[in-house]
T-cell receptor, first 117, second 113 residues
């Protein structure tokens, strides 16, 4: 079964500081991995996705994530936080496998990012 | 419309009543998902429709919950005999299927009083 664990339900950083949101996955087959962001009172939108083409993935708003198979991780980073980055971030996994689970998205518990001046 | 549309946006219902939540996916999207988002609980998977395949219902929390997708397009999530613990935001998403990006609606906020 596939699963995702996000370490840290809340992360607080200063404006201009590095943002690091952690995500570890569990799957028995090659995963596709996603990061979504949810701004207050809005739906989820895709930040970036890993589809096995390149291990370092760049997304919108200056975010990027690196797939590390040996560590089963897909951590999200941004070199310099902006106040507008304050939101909840979700890591998700989808499996490249057949059957009824093909394409099913499983989400982590989410990490709330707070950016303070 | 251009995006995933959910209705109603807000629903207040009395305990014990049945409710229906509607999702209009993006045209041409073969996959449709329902999730539930409760405060501090993250995104809880409910059900997944993929084309003409049998849906993955493994996330439905009880037999009071059911969902259907008519004609491969619109989906309705039905909750019978609602309980206060059903209060949450119910999110619908659709995708082109397989391992493509899912697009989310704005959700239906359900409050059971």
């Amino acid at each position: 079964a596939q699963s995702v664990t996000q370490l840290g339900s809340h992360v607080s950083v200063s404006e201009g500081a590095l943002v690091l949101l952690r995500c570890n996955y569990s799957s028995s087959v090659p995963p596709y991995l996603f990061w979504y962001v949810q701004y207050p009172n809005q739906g989820l939108q895709l930040l970036l996705k890993y589809t096995s083409a390149a291990t370092l993935v760049k997304g919108i708003n200056g975010f990027e994530a690196e797939f590390k198979k040996s560590e089963t991780s897909f951590h999200l980073t941004k070199p310099s936080a902006h106040m507008s980055d304050a939101a909840e971030y979700f890591c998700a996994v989808s499996l490249e496998a057949g059957g009824t689970s093909y394409g099913k998205l499983t989400f982590g518990q989410g990490t709330i990012l707070t950016v303070h001046p | 419309g251009a995006g995933v549309s959910q209705s109603p946006s807000n629903k207040v219902t009395e305990k014990g009543k049945d409710v229906e939540l509607r999702c209009d996916p993006i045209s041409g999207h073969t996959a449709l998902y329902w999730y539930r988002q409760s405060l501090g609980q993250g995104l809880e998977f409910l059900i997944y429709f993929q084309g003409n395949s049998a849906p993955d219902k493994s996330g439905l929390p009880s037999d009071r919950f059911s969902a259907e997708r008519t004609g491969g397009s619109v989906s309705t999530l039905t909750i019978q005999r609602t309980q206060q613990e059903d209060s949450a935001v119910y999110l619908c998403a659709s995708s082109l299927g397989g391992l493509t990006e899912a697009f989310f609606g704005q959700g239906t906020r359900l409050t059971v009083v």
